[in-house]
Nanobody, 122 residues
Framework: QVQLVESGGGLVQAGGSLRLSCAASGRTFSRYATGWFRQAPGKEREFVAAISWNGASTYYADSVKGRFTISRDNAKNTAYLQMNSLKAEDTAVYYC???????????????WGQGTQVTVSS
């Protein structure tokens, strides 16, 4: 069993930056791909970014490409999402998840964190 805890969310002005962290318990973190998803009020959970188990491959939603960077540190059992040039439409609860592959569909992931709120003021 793996538990995930996200942190780093908050309130930021448009154009600003935040770095989200996803800390995993257990010793199996490095076996999994990691994904970041977000869910805004009244909307479905959507894919943001994913990274392979070894960090060699990364994938991004078109809406965040060039602004967000996903990374991981397996020695620290932690994944990150660096978010730059934030926009009001990035406002959502952000979740990290672990899965067997870098899927873009939420249902393919096995473990989820509780989420962290990101609010971007315009």
């Amino acid at each position: 069993q793996v538990q995930l805890v996200e942190s780093g969310g908050g309130l930021v002005q448009a154009g600003g930056s935040l770095r989200l962290s996803c800390a995993a318990s257990g010793r199996t973190f490095s076996r999994y791909a990691t994904g970041w998803f977000r869910q805004a009020p009244g909307k479905e959970r959507e894919f943001v970014a994913a990274i392979s188990w070894n960090g060699a491959s990364t994938y991004y939603a078109d809406s965040v490409k060039g602004r967000f960077t996903i990374s991981r540190d397996n020695a620290k059992n932690t994944a990150y999402l660096q978010m730059n040039s934030l926009k009001a439409e990035d406002t959502a609860v952000y979740y990290c998840a672990l899965g067997s592959h870098t899927y873009s569909r939420a249902r393919e992931y096995d473990y989820w964190g509780q989420g962290t709120q990101v609010t971007v003021s315009s």
